[in-house]
């Protein structure tokens, strides 16, 4: 039996009710993860504690235990002038800033004259999502951390640390907004 501290492989693919795939691990590496590090959403989590090594497991995860209900109250209306400088986009962009929590990301709902309505909802947020799970791998009270180096820290460090963030093939350089 696993439980909050075990580190597992899973290759998983997940989907919408009508079938359609929004994220699978198949055609790449695997993920690692520790239970209980708040990684992944509660419910696969929940889905995957009760599992075995080797165990293949489909499950239907409501929003609350997805990615939450869809909340109105993370719209907000900013001053589009202000927000984007000079910046082109359109209704259903997704723009990275930062805030008093770090940086975040923001759909643009609505684009008006003056403003714009930001949505900081996650896409996957009101949905029920579906999850093919295969529990490839369990290391018993080992932290998924473990298998990072300082130097791989410091990589990832050196990668963002000259205050741009990608966004697809374009770059929004935060320091400018």
């Keep these: 039996m696993l439980s909050i501290g075990?580190?597992?492989k899973v290759h998983y693919t997940g989907q919408f009710e009508d079938g359609k795939v929004f994220d699978t691990t198949i055609a790449n590496e695997p993920i690692m993860f520790t239970l209980g590090d708040e990684m992944m959403i509660s419910g696969f989590e929940e889905a995957v504690i009760n599992m075995n090594e080797g165990d293949k497991k489909t499950v239907k995860i409501k929003p609350a235990d997805a990615y939450g209900d869809y909340d109105k109250e993370l719209l907000m209306e900013v001053d589009k002038d202000e927000f984007l400088g000079e910046k082109l986009v359109k209704e259903g962009d997704t723009v990275q800033a930062p805030t008093e929590d770090?940086?975040?990301m923001f759909k643009?709902?609505?684009i008006n004259d003056k403003t714009l309505i930001l949505d900081a909802n996650s896409e996957l947020a009101g949905k029920t999502v579906i999850f093919d799970i295969?529990?490839?791998e369990v290391r018993k009270g080992e932290s998924a951390m473990d298998d990072f180096s300082e130097e791989d820290f410091e990589s990832f460090d050196d990668e963002f640390s000259d205050g741009e963030f990608n966004q697809g093939d374009d770059y929004l350089d935060v320091e400018n907004i």
Excluded: Y
Aim: hydrophobic share 50%.
């Design 6 to 8: 075990d580190t597992v």
């Design 102 to 104: 770090g940086v975040l």
């Design 108 to 110: 643009i709902h609505k």
């Design 134 to 136: 295969e529990l490839l």
